[in-house]
């Protein structure tokens, strides 16, 4: 009867060796994709940063990125009514 008793509690040793492996192999999983997508849309902040080229206020003087200035018959100018203002 001992030997049935011992090979019951190593068969549930074994069992909670292969379930702890697979816990930590699945958190590593884990911690690698969200690594993987933080570092993705790190490059993608980057890469839309490096092509908007910064143009200066033909009014204010400040410098703006082009996406996000008007452009005006005098040239660049802030989306800001209160930019010449500013100046």
């Known amino acids: 009867m001992g030997k049935v008793i011992f090979w019951i509690v190593v068969f549930f040793l074994v069992l909670l060796a292969l379930r702890m492996v697979s816990v930590y192999k699945s ?12 570092k993705s849309k790190r490059a993608d902040r980057d ?14 003087g400040t410098y703006i990125a082009q996406s996000s200035a008007q452009r005006k018959a005098t040239g660049w ?10 100046s």
């Not at 958190?27 to 933080?38: F, S, T």
């Not at 890469?47 to 204010?60: G, N």
């Open 47 to 60: 890469d839309a940063k490096a092509t908007d080229s910064m143009v200066k206020c033909s009014q204010c």
């Open 27 to 38: 958190r590593q999983e884990a911690k690698d994709d969200e690594a993987q997508a933080k």
């Open 77 to 86: 100018a802030c989306a800001d009514a209160a930019c010449a203002r500013r």
